[in-house]
């Protein structure tokens, strides 16, 4: 037990003596990355939850609008009709050329309490958009990625791409940064989109673009289609919302390291940091200090010699140990 005590002291001593390691750009990096991602997973966080239940909600109801819209399609474009345009394309060829599949739809209705006064013909219409990257106002030219980065978010970072980068940088437009991650973002993107679109097309009839061709509906299934636009929309808020909400934390971390000249204090401001989110996560030191390519650690220079000492002495055995803790006792009583 003596030996035991006075070895707890000698580590005590031993761990006082040792410099502090000196914060730098990459350990700000490296502790900046190790929060984040506690941040995002963190279950607790209310606008993460009202995120992942919308997108549960439109992955589930996706199908059903688009059957909606497809029973809307085919009552203006029977598929018998459609059949029989394709046999005389197989016959003729381009000539015929006039049946296509198509994700997106303008239907219309007339509105039969709206006064001729008010609105051309007392037609109302509007662009429904089941592609990936389709509208989210019902403009035929709002293409946009919000939708796709916040409903394949999981897939976009698995692919190393960053679904949050147009949240991160909404105040800092045009930038190289912003560039390089969209562009990265796009190329993953690119290989969910035509399957994703081929499960929300039908066949519908004409050459020219879709606003040429409205298609009738009723009052009320405008409006279910409406409901549409409002459930993408819905799941690029509850997205934005909850990563506003992660930037802001971001930047008072990212301040906090700035101002600070050692790699404890940063470790420190995690920890306080995951205590009070009441997060099930510590950072150590040996996740902030990197590695080489060869595996070694490499240390502040003013760091070294006490690490090497302390290596030193854990490799001791337990009978080192006592032989040492005699000899020193011997030589204190001489």
């Keep these: 037990m003596i030996v035991i005590k006075y070895e707890l002291k000698l580590i005590r001593r031993k761990v006082g003596q040792m410099a502090r390691v000196k914060m730098n750009n990459e350990y700000r990096t490296k502790i900046k990355n190790l929060v984040r991602r506690p941040l995002d997973n963190d279950s607790a966080n209310p606008k993460?939850?009202?995120?992942l239940q919308q997108l549960e909600y439109t992955k589930e109801n996706y199908p059903i609008f688009f059957s909606k819209a497809k029973e809307i399609v085919k009552r203006s474009y029977p598929e018998e009709h459609c059949g029989t345009l394709q046999y005389f394309k197989g016959l003729?060829?381009?000539?015929?050329?006039?049946?296509?599949?198509?994700?997106c739809y303008y239907f219309a209705y007339t509105d039969n309490?709206?006064?001729?006064?008010?609105?051309?013909?007392?037609?109302?219409?509007?662009?429904?958009?089941?592609?990936?990257?389709?509208?989210?106002?019902?403009?035929?030219?709002?293409?946009?990625?919000?939708f796709a980065y916040a409903y394949f978010r999981d897939e976009l970072i698995q692919g190393e791409g960053n679904p949050d980068?147009?949240?991160e940088q909404e105040d800092n437009q045009n930038n190289p940064h912003l560039t390089k991650w969209q562009d990265k973002n796009s190329k993953i993107i690119d290989t969910l989109k035509d399957n994703f679109n081929e499960q929300f097309a039908c066949d519908v009839i004409g050459t020219s673009y879709c606003r040429s061709r409205a298609i009738a509906c009723t009052k009320e299934e405008f409006q279910i289609m409406n409901d549409f636009i409002i459930m993408k929309s819905e799941l690029v808020r509850t997205h934005q919302e909850w990563q506003r909400g992660i930037r802001e934390d971001m930047k008072d971390i990212?301040?906090?390291?700035?101002?600070?000249?050692?790699l404890d204090e940063?470790?420190?401001?995690?920890?306080?940091?995951?205590?009070?989110?009441?997060?099930?996560?510590?950072l150590e030191e040996s996740q902030i200090i990197r590695t080489n390519s060869t595996g070694l650690t490499l240390y502040n220079p003013e760091n070294v010699a006490s690490r090497i000492a302390e290596r030193r002495k854990a490799k001791l055995t337990r009978e080192e140990k006592i032989a040492l803790f005699k000899e020193?006792?011997?030589s204190v009583m001489n």
């Design 48 to 51: 993460r939850e009202a995120y």
């Design 266 to 282: 940063g470790i420190q401001l995690a920890n306080d940091t995951f205590e009070s989110l009441s997060i099930d996560t510590r």
């Design 254 to 262: 990212v301040g906090a390291l700035k101002s600070y000249r050692y």
């Design 328 to 330: 020193q006792q011997s």
């Design 92 to 103: 003729y060829g381009s000539p015929c050329d006039v049946v296509a599949k198509d994700s």
């Design 113 to 146: 309490d709206m006064s001729k006064d008010d609105y051309h013909n007392n037609e109302v219409q509007k662009h429904f958009d089941f592609k990936l990257q389709g509208n989210l106002n019902g403009n035929e030219y709002g293409k946009q990625d919000d």
């Design 165 to 167: 980068i147009n949240i």
